[in-house]
């Protein structure tokens, strides 16, 4: 196995001009702990790792550039002060110390695998991602960005940034993972998102990796929730419309009838713990 060409691009601009330029299989390369663990490597890879490596706050947005590290994430402060936390959680249970130092934002938001553990959060902090080819940039909500298990609506497009807009004050949030061993591929996860007004619930968004072909926004326990009192009946109701929109597959990791019954226990806990009602995380 030989990657025939490495290509060092000093900018953007080349990166994506090579990917499009150059013959056979190309891949952008990140951190690398996906393309180089696959059984057929890529016939040229364009390191991106060194042009789109850092976090900033632009206004009211936090920028995650594709290829920051989860460790720089894990270490942004500013960012945990203002999503309570989630996105924090979420590194913290990325992989080990070395995958995380490694392993990008954009690499496990492009492999576009269903259990992306940084998906469900960026999901439930309604993310964008801005992407690049030859014909310029868009902007998507990275709910929109996937499309089936390892598909995504770009292909030879260069993912630039990840864009938070800041959330209000009041949210309360959480993430939870299962995995066979700890620092492991996710089995199931999940992200929730709550802002209260009272007891009321004003805005709750949640999402699940790992138990449908993409990670997936659960839009009928979302609306189902806002405008109904906080309470652990509603939390309940919530959760079983979560395990009803899950469609898994049984594979090495877990059963589908696991995922989806854990689908429905995550969801619950998750939603709990925003409530304040569940403190054993
Ligand atoms: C031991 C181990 C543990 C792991 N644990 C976890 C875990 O806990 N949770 C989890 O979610 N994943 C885990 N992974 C998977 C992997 O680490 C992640 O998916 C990681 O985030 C990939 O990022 P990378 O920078 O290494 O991507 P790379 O391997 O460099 O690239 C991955 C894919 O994304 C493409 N790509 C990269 N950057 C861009 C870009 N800017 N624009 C467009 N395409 C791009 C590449 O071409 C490639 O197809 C683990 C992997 C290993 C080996």
């Known amino acids: 196995m030989t990657v025939k060409a490495f290509f060092n691009p000093a900018s953007v601009e080349e990166a994506i001009e090579l990917m499009y330029s150059q013959s056979g299989r190309g891949e952008y390369l990140a951190g690398g702990t996906d393309v180089l663990c696959k059984h057929e490597w890529p016939d040229f890879v364009v390191n991106v790792r060194d042009l789109l490596n850092t976090v900033k706050q632009?206004?009211?947005?936090?920028?995650?550039?594709?290829?920051?590290?989860?460790?720089?994430?894990?270490?942004?402060?500013?960012?945990?002060?203002?999503?309570?936390?989630?996105?924090?959680?979420?590194?913290?249970?990325?992989?080990s110390r070395h995958i995380r130092n490694m392993a990008t934002v954009g690499g496990n938001i492009a492999s576009a695998v269903p259990s992306a553990d940084v998906a469900p959060p960026l999901m439930v902090?309604?993310?964008n991602c801005v992407v690049q080819g030859q014909d310029g940039q868009r902007t998507l909500p990275i709910a929109d960005f996937?499309?089936?298990?390892?598909?995504?609506?770009?292909?030879?497009?260069?993912?630039?940034?990840v864009r938070i807009p800041k959330p209000s004050a009041n949210i309360k949030?959480?993430?939870?993972?299962?995995?066979?061993?700890?620092?492991?591929i996710a089995s199931i996860s999940v992200a929730a998102l709550l802002e209260l007004d009272g007891d009321t619930i004003k805005k709750a968004r949640i999402a699940l990796g790992s138990v449908a072909p993409t990670?997936?926004?659960?839009?009928?326990?979302?609306?189902?929730?806002?405008?109904?009192?906080?309470?652990?009946?509603?939390?309940?109701?919530?959760a079983d419309l979560c395990a009803e929109a899950a469609k898994p597959?049984?594979?090495q990791r877990a059963s589908a009838d696991y995922r989806k019954h854990m689908s429905m226990v995550l969801s619950r806990r998750a939603l709990q713990h925003c409530l304040g009602i569940r403190e054993d995380q």
């Open 215 to 238: 990670p997936i926004r659960i839009l009928e326990a979302e609306s189902f929730l806002e405008g109904k009192p906080a309470n652990e009946e509603n939390i309940q109701q919530a």
């Open 58 to 95: 632009d206004g009211d947005e936090f920028v995650i550039g594709a290829a920051a590290t989860i460790s720089q994430v894990e270490f942004w402060d500013e960012l945990a002060a203002a999503d309570e936390g989630l996105m924090l959680q979420c590194a913290k249970e990325f992989g």
């Open 249 to 251: 597959i049984s594979d």
């Open 146 to 161: 996937f499309t089936g298990p390892h598909q995504s609506v770009i292909d030879k497009e260069l993912l630039i940034e």
């Open 125 to 127: 902090l309604e993310a």
């Open 173 to 184: 949030t959480d993430f939870l993972k299962i995995c066979r061993n700890p620092g492991d």
